[in-house]
């Protein structure tokens, strides 16, 4: 079928122990991986980012990317903005994330190289009607001309069902919390 490597967005709010085990585990398998923080608590996230060679994206604020030197921006559904194009004056990738088709082509006249698309499985955050599981994530891509990221749900017990979409990476939250390691 396709690659069983996926690329990993992993969001980070704090860092411990269990995180920084798992990201070491994710690393020890030659995975490609990204850390994607906001503004606030980010100082130990940055370095640990940095000593490990991981490249950072920040939510939504592209002065405080290029201030910390990271290689990217993510810019949320809420992030509606499309003034200056942000690929042309600084050499940040600028990742988007989407929740349907209007978004998507909002963040493609943000020039996003990669979006990321949510929620596939069932979270906390989202009721058990907005789910789009493979098969709506599926139609929903088929003609996006861009990478694109599954989001949302993923656990120990579904990762294996994101190789039935068309994702080429998976963004993780509450996986890499988790003290059970983070298998592809």
Same mark, same amino acid.
């Given at each position: 079928?396709?690659n069983?490597?996926?690329?990993?967005? %992993?969001?980070i709010?704090?860092?411990?122990? %269990?995180v920084?085990q798992?990201i070491?585990?994710l690393?020890? #398998? #030659?995975? +490609?991986?990204n850390i994607i923080?906001s503004?606030?608590n *980010?100082?130990?996230?940055?370095?640990?980012?940095?000593?490990n060679? $991981?490249p950072l994206?920040? /939510?939504?604020s592209?002065?405080? @990317?290029?201030?910390?030197n990271?290689?990217?921006?993510l810019?949320? *559904?809420?992030n509606?903005?499309l &003034?200056? =194009? /942000?690929?042309e004056k600084t050499?940040?990738?600028? $990742?988007?994330? @989407?929740h349907n088709?209007l978004?998507?082509?909002q963040?493609? &006249?943000?020039?996003?190289? +990669?979006i990321?698309?949510?929620?596939i499985f069932y =979270?906390?955050?989202?009721?058990h009607h907005?789910?789009l599981?493979?098969?709506k994530?599926?139609?929903?891509?088929?003609s996006?001309?861009?990478k694109?990221?599954?989001l949302?749900? $993923?656990?120990?017990n579904?990762?294996?069902?994101?190789?039935?979409?068309?994702s080429m *990476? %998976?963004?993780i939250?509450?996986?890499? +919390?988790?003290?059970k390691p983070?298998h592809?």
């Amino acid at each position: 079928m396709k690659n069983n490597k996926l690329d990993y967005y %992993i969001f980070i709010e704090e860092l411990n122990e %269990i995180v920084i085990q798992n990201i070491i585990n994710l690393k020890r #398998k #030659k995975l +490609t991986l990204n850390i994607i923080i906001s503004i606030k608590n *980010s100082h130990k996230i940055i370095k640990f980012a940095k000593a490990n060679r $991981i490249p950072l994206f920040i /939510i939504d604020s592209v002065k405080f @990317a290029i201030k910390n030197n990271a290689s990217g921006v993510l810019l949320t *559904s809420k992030n509606k903005c499309l &003034r200056n =194009n /942000i690929k042309e004056k600084t050499k940040l990738m600028v $990742i988007g994330s @989407a929740h349907n088709q209007l978004e998507y082509y909002q963040k493609m &006249r943000q020039n996003c190289t +990669t979006i990321m698309l949510s929620p596939i499985f069932y =979270n906390d955050k989202y009721s058990h009607h907005k789910i789009l599981n493979q098969i709506k994530f599926n139609l929903i891509t088929l003609s996006w001309k861009t990478k694109i990221c599954a989001l949302g749900g $993923i656990t120990y017990n579904n990762i294996m069902l994101i190789n039935l979409t068309r994702s080429m *990476s %998976i963004g993780i939250k509450s996986l890499i +919390t988790k003290k059970k390691p983070v298998h592809n």
